[in-house]
Structures are given as structure tokens and as C-alpha cells.
């Protein structure tokens, strides 16, 4: 796959003028600087001396100081609102009313039972039980309850700067992090080693990041939360951000927001990391020197080290090492992720897959790019290197041993062969291309709405249609490269090159070539019925006649239209509406049949598999791809029925594309 159209100079340069993060960092380094500031300027943002009734007042409590001058408060300042507490160093006191809710309890806003140096507490702020707090600055509505200790070693710089090693753990494509980096960003970089101007670019652009985002204070960002955890140090926690109950946090960035919070729970690790708005890490996960962004988990034990991983991603049991992971990688179970360079996304580990065949015992140096929609199955082993980019939607079936290679082959599946043959390694896995098109369509049309349902994100932006441009060029390639002259048993890459390390059977070449026609058909034919219902939509069909014969400057239709012209010359626009009908019926009666696979199997096997499990005709993906067919007879037979009533004219090549653009 291509790299994507990202300008990440351009990037880091408009994070650093717009960004959140830097801004809240900027105003706390205002605030902190106020606990050394003369008392003039301290009084000028509106912090004072104790007045000795608010110290007697304070003391009564049962609060302490090691000085009291050091301790100056806000206008409003209710000394009732404090007790039992210690402070060791300069704090800023604001103004405490009202009540917060705790776990279900209402308290009131206020200090007890802490110890606090070098702090700047912001208005109705809850803490109570936290050990200590030392340089600290805590916003508006913040809440620490039950908390060891929040501290902070030197200047911190929350993991922005740091080197993350994807794809080779062993360096090559190391990225140094930015709080908001994306997916596509990382995708170029790592993919960008031989371009050292861009290199030096993005590394002068980081360091000025870095210098910005540093600071020798923890931030904890309006109504954040941290409980019941042992130790927190060097964090910047923003606004609605919770900390409950993990081991521990340490030199992080936490984005977060009112309605994307970002969570950090039970038992998990976070340490020198960056998570993104709406991630969460819990159920003893750990997540080491890494970047998740938004709306991306680990959960479940889950490792993650030295990654970045893709918006609405997951991990959960198993181990992710040196990996870049685009959007929606499915990883739930005890599985092995190393080095690789997946930023296409939209993939499944299975349980038992050992992705992770890195080391030559030489040095763990080499790499996997597994390529858009690629599902690992069950106990799968892979060694690398291997690249599958241009074999987008693929299945590595259950138990496949792979060796090193490099597949072109879109929507394969690659399974253990079913036969020994002459002359053919016994290492080597058969390949069948098009089969996920052919055989489990129900899957690929499923995962697209799929995606498009459960996306999160509001910052990233997605593909997530299936078959654009780039696949079935890729499709088209694959079918040029089946179509050989001479007809064999099997294949191997001698004959036909991008099998891999794999043989090919004759009858699954030919289906192949059958399978890769179809949905390159069908692509193009939707595409023409889009056009000619825009046209119909503006009383235009009258220059429909020209439609397929000038170009367009629309760059979809034009590519579009000229698969229709090679596959199907002379063919009128009626019948090529039929011919897109016909099509979508025999995609819904696949779609249905894929699913009905399971019914049958099941039912053979679980007795009463009928009882439990909903028959693929009510299934809910399947019931809406045939409303989707039923709805483009209808309107396909309006089209053709307005191509009959419109009398054709004729119009210039140009107009005709300013038309269809």
C-alpha cells in the first residue's frame, strides 16, 4: 500500500499552535511559578498571606505547616474546609464550596487527612488520605482520594520526545513521540528512513515540541480523578481523566476529555507513555513506552511495549513488542505480536498466533508488514520477514507455518496443503486467491459497516470502504498476473509471481481469475449507477449518452469508467444496470450462503445447534444486505425507466465531465 498524504512536519508544527495539552502546560507553568513569586505578584493573581485567624483557625483542625508564610490563599478561602493536613513547602489555596461525588458518595470539596508541598490547589478540589502530593499543580474540581503518593522527579517531559522502536526492535524506523501523533504520521516516518531532510525536519520540530511540553510540575486537569493508587509520578492528567486503583503511573501524558475521558484502572501499569482521548488501560495491562490513541484499550493482562496503537484498537492477553497497529486490530487472546508495521489495521490475532519469528539468532532485526484486514488464525506461526501489503483482507488459516515471503495476491486464503506434491517443499502452504471474495464475502461486507458503526474516533480519519481504487487495482493486477499461457497442475512464484512461498492449484487459479473479474465488475458497474442516479437526481439523464465515452476529471468515476469500457465495450447503459442487479443478487445469495456454512456445520455437530442459534436467514447482516439489493432493483428500474423516456443530445467531452465530476 501506498503511503498516506501527510504532511507530519506540517503536523507537529500545528500541534504545537493549537494544542491542548500545550496550552494547559503553558498555564500551569504560570501557576507553579506563583509558589516562588514575590508576595506583590502572588496578591496580583489573587493569593495572600494567611491572616492569623485563618492560621488559628487552620491549626484548631488539626493542620500543620512547616511555615505558614509559605502558605497563601484565594479569595473565598474557608479554613473549615481543611483539616488534618500537613504543608511541607509552598502551597495556593483557592476557594472550596459545594460537594463532589466520590464512588457514589457526596463530600465536600476540600483538604483532610494529606500532606501537601509545592502545590497550587485549584477551586473545589476533593483530597483526602493522599500521603503526599509535591509539586503539583491541581485544577478545578480535581479529585485525589485514597492515593499514595504524587510526586515528580526533576523536569518532565510526559514521554513527548521519547523514541519508540516500531518494526525493528532493534532500531531503523524509531519514531520519537508527540502527544498528538497519529496513526498516519508514525506510517510515514517509519516508512521515510531514506529521506533524511524530513528526518532532520521532524527532529527539530520535536525538540521545540519537547521544550514546550516539559515542565518540573505534575498537572491534574479539571475534575480528573486519581484513587486508591499507590504511586503516581511525572503525569500530566487532563481534564475528566481517571487514575483508579492501578499499580502505577509514571512519566505519562494523559489526554483526555469531558466526553472522551481517558481511563488508567484496576491494577494496570502505565509508565512513559502517551495515552490519547477516550483510551483506556485496565485489568492489569501494561503499557510501556508507548503511544495509544484515541479511543484505543489494553486490557486484560495485555503487554504493549514500544508501540503505537491505531484509533479503536484493542490488545487483551496478549503481547504487542515494537509494533505500529492501524485502526480496529482485533487482538483478545493469548497471542504474540512482534515488529510490525500494520498501520493499515483493520486485522485479527487470533488466540495461539506466534507473530513473532524476529530473530535470526543473529539479532531480533527483522519485520512483518501484515497489510489491511490480514486475520491471523489460531496458533499460526509466521516468520519473518514477511510482507503482505499487497494482499489486503487475507486469511492465514489455523496451524499455517509461514516462511519468510512476500504475497500479492488481495482477499487469499493460505492454508496447510491438502496434499503432498513432487517437486514442492513440504514447508510450502497453499494459497487460494480471492477465496475470502468467493467463500466469505459475509465477512468482508460485515467488518465494513462494522467499522463504521463502532468508530470512536473524531480526530482520525478513516477508509473504510472496502473496494476502492487502490484494492481493485490490486485485484486487477493479481488477475493480469493468474491469466498465464500455459495451463499445469500447480503453480508456484516460478510461474506466477507474488505466490510467496505457497503453491497454487490450477482450479483455484482459474476461480481466482472468475472471482477478481466479478468484483472488479461489480465495483465499476456501482460506480456507474452512482453517476446516472446524480444525473437522473438533476433531470440530466438526456446526456447520459456520453457518460461512458468522455473523461471525467472526477479521478473515482474516471477510474471507474474506464474499467467499464475494458470489460465491458459496447455494452449499453441498460444492460449494464441488469448486469449490476444480477450481481448485487448473486452478492446477497453469497453473503447468505457464507453464513449458512455455519448453520449446516453446526447442526451436523451440536445437537441442538438450531435451538440456540439464530439461522442465517434472520440474521441481522444478512437481512440487510438483501433490503440493500431489493432498494437497488427499485432503483436501478427507475433509472433505466427515465434512460428510455429521455431523448439523448449532444454535448461537448467538457461539459460532459464537469457533469460527472
Not at 498516519?184 to 533524511?196: F, H, I
Request: net charge neutral; glycine share 8%; proline share 5%.
Amino acid at each position: 500500500m501506498s503511503l498516506p498524504n501527510y504532511d507530519v512536519i506540517k503536523a507537529v508544527e500545528t500541534a504545537r499552535e493549537t494544542s491542548e495539552f500545550l496550552k494547559e502546560i503553558k498555564e500551569a507553568r504560570s501557576d507553579f511559578a506563583l509558589l516562588t513569586a514575590s508576595p506583590a505578584l502572588a496578591a496580583k493573581a489573587g493569593f495572600h498571606p494567611l491572616t492569623p485567624a485563618q492560621i488559628g483557625a487552620l491549626s484548631k483542625q488539626g493542620n500543620t505547616a512547616s511555615d505558614w508564610k509559605s502558605v497563601r490563599a484565594a479569595k473565598g478561602f474557608d479554613p473549615a474546609r481543611v483539616s488534618n493536613c500537613h504543608f511541607a513547602g509552598p502551597v495556593l489555596l483557592s476557594s472550596f464550596t459545594g460537594t463532589v461525588e466520590v464512588e457514589g458518595v457526596e463530600f465536600p470539596t476540600g483538604l483532610s487527612h494529606s500532606v501537601l508541598s509545592s502545590c497550587v490547589v485549584g477551586k473545589n478540589v476533593f483530597l483526602r488520605n493522599v500521603r503526599l502530593i509535591n509539586k503539583s499543580v491541581i485544577r478545578e474540581g480535581a479529585v485525589l482520594f485514597d492515593v499514595g503518593a504524587l510526586t515528580i522527579d526533576g523536569v518532565e517531559s510526559f514521554a513527548n520526545g521519547l523514541e519508540v522502536l516500531i518494526a525493528i526492535e532493534t532500531g531503523g524506523r524509531e519514531i520519537p513521540l508527540f502527544a498528538e501523533l497519529t496513526v498516519e504520521g508514525a506510517w510515514v516516518l517509519s516508512r521515510s528512513r531514506g529521506n533524511q531532510a524530513l528526518i532532520d525536519s521532524y527532529a527539530a520540530q520535536i525538540q521545540s515540541y519537547v521544550k514546550a511540553a516539559s515542565a518540573p510540575f505534575n498537572v491534574v486537569g479539571p475534575k480528573a480523578k486519581i484513587l486508591h493508587t499507590p504511586r503516581v509520578t511525572g503525569i500530566f492528567l487532563g481534564p475528566s481523566a481517571v487514575i483508579d486503583s492501578a499499580a502505577a503511573v509514571s512519566h505519562a501524558a494523559v489526554l483526555s476529555a469531558p466526553d472522551e475521558a481517558t481511563r488508567i484502572s484496576d491494577g494496570a501499569l502505565v509508565k512513559s507513555s502517551i495515552l490519547q482521548w477516550g483510551s483506556e488501560v485496565t485489568s492489569g495491562a501494561i503499557v510501556d513506552s508507548s503511544l495509544l490513541t484515541e479511543h484505543s484499550h489494553v486490557e486484560r493482562h495485555g503487554k504493549v511495549t514500544h508501540s503505537l496503537l491505531g484509533p479503536n484498537t484493542g490488545v487483551a492477553e496478549g503481547e504487542v513488542t515494537s509494533a505500529l497497529l492501524g485502526p480496529f486490530v482485533g487482538f483478545h487472546h493469548q497471542s504474540l505480536l512482534i515488529a510490525a508495521l500494520w498501520p493499515e489495521g483493520k486485522g485479527n490475532v487470533a488466540y495461539g498466533a506466534n507473530i513473532g519469528s524476529n530473530h535470526t539468532a543473529k539479532a531480533p532485526d527483522q519485520e512483518i508488514w501484515p497489510g489491511e484486514g490480514t486475520f491471523f488464525g489460531l496458533g499460526v506461526n509466521v516468520k519473518f520477514p514477511t510482507d503482505l501489503t499487497r494482499s489486503p483482507y487475507s486469511i492465514i488459516a489455523s496451524c499455517v507455518n509461514m516462511l519468510p515471503q512476500k504475497v500479492e495476491f488481495p482477499f487469499s486464503l493460505i492454508n496447510t496443503p491438502a496434499s503432498a506434491y513432487s517437486g514442492i517443499s513440504p514447508a510450502y502452504n497453499e494459497i487460494l486467491p480471492g477465496w475470502v471474495l468467493s467463500d466469505n464475502i459475509y465477512m468482508v461486507k460485515r467488518n465494513e459497516g462494522k467499522y463504521q458503526k463502532r468508530n470512536k474516533a473524531k480526530r482520525s480519519r478513516f477508509l473504510f470502504e472496502v473496494f476502492r481504487p487502490d484494492i481493485v487495482d490490486g485485484m486487477a493486477d493479481a488477475r493480469n498476473r493468474l491469466q498465464v499461457p500455459s495451463m499445469k497442475e500447480l503453480y508456484t512464484s516460478k510461474e506466477i509471481r507474488g505466490l510467496g512461498k505457497n503453491y497454487l492449484l490450477e482450479a483455484s487459479r482459474k476461480r481466482g481469475v472468475e472471482t477478481y473479474t466479478f468484483y472488479i465488475r461489480a465495483y465499476a458497474l456501482s460506480g456507474l449507477k452512482r453517476e446516472l442516479a446524480a444525473l437522473a437526481a438533476g433531470r440530466q439523464l438526456d446526456v447520459a449518452g456520453n457518460l461512458l465515452k468522455s473523461k471525467s476529471s472526477n479521478a473515482r468515476w474516471e477510474h471507474e469508467r474506464q474499467l467499464i469500457n475494458q470489460e465491458f465495450p459496447g455494452v449499453g447503459l441498460a444492460d449494464l444496470l441488469k448486469e449490476l442487479v444480477r450481481m448485487q443478487e448473486k452478492i446477497a445469495e453469497d453473503v447468505q450462503s457464507s453464513k449458512e456454512k455455519d448453520d449446516k456445520r453446526g447442526a451436523e455437530v451440536i445437537e441442538d445447534y438450531a435451538a440456540a442459534h439464530k439461522p442465517a436467514s434472520q440474521d441481522s447482516f444478512v437481512k440487510e444486505t438483501w433490503g440493500f439489493t431489493e432498494q437497488l432493483k427499485k432503483e436501478v428500474q427507475q433509472i433505466i425507466a427515465g434512460l428510455s423516456q429521455s431523448q439523448p443530445r449532444r454535448i461537448s467531452p467538457s461539459s460532459t465531465s464537469s457533469k460527472v465530476s
